[in-house]
C-alpha cells in the first residue's frame, strides 16, 4: 500500500461495482523491520502494519496478508537467530490483536531464499503462526516461491491447512499459469482435500512498471489481456476438476 496517496473510497467502489469481494496486501521496505535490533525501526514496522489493518477494514476487506515480518529483500547475511523469531512474533502479536479489534485476519507470505531470509515455507509460517499465538492469523501461499522453495506444494497446503487463507496463483516464470513447470494437479489435488474456499488472485507479470521491481525483463504473455483471458480460464479448469466450484 502507498500510504501517502491512498484512496480508501475509491478503492472499496472499484471492487464493488465489479461485483467482487476484496483483500489487501503489502510488504514492509526499508526502515520498517520487524527483525532489526533497533526498538524505533520495529515500532515504524508494527505502526505501519497497524495502519494497513485499518485501511483494509476502509475499503471494506477482512484480510491483509504479504510479507510482514521482515524487511522485504533484506541483505542478511546469516541464519535467522532465536531473538529475531521472538521479536517478530511479539510484533505481529500486536498488529493481530488490533487486527482482530477491526474484525480483520493477517497471513504470512512466505517467499523465496532470495527476498526474505525468515519464512520461506509454509512450515515455517505455521511455526511463526504459534509463537504469535491468535486466532486471527494464518498462512498466504505462492506457487512461484513455492516453486522453489517447498518440496511439494501439495504437503505445503496441507502443513497449513485450516490455516491457508490467500493463494497467489503464479506459474514459475511468473508468466500465463498453465503454461510451465508448476505441479498443478499436485496443488489444486489438495486444496480440494482440505476443502479450500479462502482467497486466490492471479500474480503474474506482464511488464515493468515505475514502482514495483517486479524483476521481469522479458515478455512473458503477448498482453495483460491475453494473462488474464488464458490464466482464469485454466485455473477455473482445476477448480473444476477437483471439486472447487
Not at 21 to 49: F, H, I, N, Q
Not at 94 to 116: D, F, W
Request: charged share 25%.
Amino acid at each position: 500500500m502507498c500510504l501517502d496517496t491512498f484512496d480508501a473510497g475509491a478503492v472499496r467502489k472499484r471492487p464493488q461495482d465489479a461485483g467482487l469481494d476484496s483483500c489487501t496486501s503489502t510488504v514492509l521496505l526499508e526502515g520498517m523491520d520487524l527483525t532489526s535490533e533497533d526498538p524505533e525501526e520495529r515500532k515504524r514496522a508494527v505502526d505501519y502494519l497497524k495502519t494497513c489493518v485499518a485501511m483494509t477494514s476502509r475499503v471494506g476487506a477482512r484480510q491483509l496478508s504479504g510479507v510482514i515480518y521482515s524487511q522485504h529483500v533484506k541483505a542478511a547475511k546469516r541464519r535467522p537467530v532465536e531473538a529475531e523469531w521472538r521479536m517478530v512474533a511479539e510484533g505481529l502479536r500486536e498488529v493481530a490483536e488490533y487486527a482482530a479489534s477491526e474484525g480483520v485476519r493477517i497471513g504470512l507470505e512466505p517467499v523465496n531464499r532470495y527476498e526474505t531470509y525468515l519464512i520461506n515455507t509454509s512450515q515455517q509460517a505455521m511455526s511463526m503462526i504459534d509463537r504469535i499465538g491468535m486466532d486471527n492469523v494464518g498462512v498466504h501461499l505462492d506457487t512461484y516461491h513455492m516453486n522453489i522453495e517447498e518440496k511439494r506444494f501439495s504437503e505445503a497446503v496441507r502443513q497449513a491447512g485450516p490455516k491457508l487463507m490467500h493463494l497467489h496463483l503464479c506459474e514459475n516464470d511468473r508468466g500465463i499459469p498453465g503454461t510451465g513447470l508448476v505441479h498443478w494437479d499436485d496443488l489444486f489435488r489438495a486444496l480440494g482435500e482440505i476443502h479450500y474456499d479462502g482467497y486466490a488472485a492471479l500474480e503474474s507479470f506482464v511488464d515493468v512498471t515505475d514502482n514495483m521491481n517486479t524483476w521481469v525483463w522479458r515478455q512473458l504473455a503477448p498482453d495483460g489481456d491475453t494473462l488474464i483471458r488464458e490464466g482464469v480460464s485454466f485455473i477455473r479448469s482445476m477448480q473444476a476438476k477437483y471439486g472447487l466450484v
